[in-house]
């Protein structure tokens, strides 16, 4: 199967390297990477150009933004710049931050799932990070969610979902309109992958309400948005934090922000989260 990566990618010349050496290594090596330099101010581009000179399926793109880093909209506004750059001659198209490492085998293993079904529409490994001198799971989602830091997505599921969001939440939405459409996620236990920086290392409070206004935008609902904010706040062991979500949540009700979702898809997306939480309770 033929896969392209598009990975957006600011100020990481620390790590960026080790990013591009680990996909150089694949088994199955990707047809093509796109490295978006986001409005870096450090050596990221000059890093990327070294690895474009030796390895021709690797390409670089500039992009100016502003600096401030507020998860979902930055991120996607950059992989779209790194997408417009691609034909469609992929069978999958991943995103990819610039902070991990992947093992070899990771892509051959994706391609493998990919084939084994067609109704597979996202699939994806787990993101580890180090503590205490060890490799331990970043443990911030269920075990069925594929991290934003590495999605996998076949063409037709991607299409059919209508590409990623640039929104908070794009990295929820993209797997509950899979769904929504009768496509299956798989997670892969085997497939463990180096997180380099924590998850959130650079949100401030700004992109804290962002995370509310996204439960509102996903068609949540309340009750739900207090349920997930406070499961979520507790695995980051942070409670305080609830209280920002649900703040989030009634600025963007109150000023009726725009949803990522259609009312039919809203409805899916409540009963869908409504029978996970009794299959946990039952």
Known sequence: MNYYIVIPSHNEEKLISLTLQSLVEQTVLPAKIVVVNDNSTDKTAEIVLSFADKYPFISLVNKTSDPIHLPGSKVIQAFQKGLETLDENYDFIVKADSDLIFPSNYFETIIQHFKSDEKIGMAGGFCLIEKNGEWVLENLTDKDHIRGALKAYRKECFQQIGGLKPAMGWDTVDELLSKFYGWK????????????????????????????????????????????????????????????YIKGFLKAKSAKKTMLVTPEQAKFIRNYRLKKMKEKLF
């Open 185 to 244: 996620v798989v997670t892969d236990a085997s497939l463990k992958v180096k997180h380099l920086k924590p998850t959130g290392a650079n949100y401030n409070k700004t992109a804290r309400y962002k995370q509310g206004e996204a439960f509102y935008t996903l068609g949540y609902g309340f009750w739900i948005t207090a349920i997930a904010s406070a499961k979520l706040a507790m695995m980051k062991k942070k409670p305080l934090l609830f209280l920002d």
